[in-house]
């Protein structure tokens, strides 16, 4: 049994470790969108107001999500197990 936990936290730590790879190289792409909608956010007409305000909270929350994995790849790879949310 204990073999069957060690293997099964070796292959979460393998997850958590590609899944903050993963995050941390679509990381620079999210902030460069982010930017472009803050800009335009205040600049736009009334409707396009309303898409800027939605993309801009959107891609936070993705930003936020990404940012997340890439500390749970970081504690992966020091041999930390973080807790899920």
């Known amino acids: 049994m204990e073999d069957y936990r060690a293997e099964l936290r070796r292959q979460v730590r ?17 902030l460069r969108r982010l930017g472009h909608h803050e800009a335009r956010a ?3 007409p ?7 305000l ?4 959107s891609l936070r929350r993705q930003v936020a999500d990404a940012r997340w ?17």
């Open 69 to 85: 994995h890439v500390e749970q790849g970081r504690a992966a790879r020091m041999g930390e197990l973080a807790s899920r949310r």
């Open 14 to 30: 393998l997850g958590d470790i590609a899944t903050g790879e993963a995050a941390g190289a679509c990381l620079p792409g999210l």
């Open 54 to 57: 939605w993309r801009r909270n």
């Open 46 to 52: 009334h409707l396009l107001r309303l898409y800027h």
């Open 42 to 44: 205040g600049t736009a």
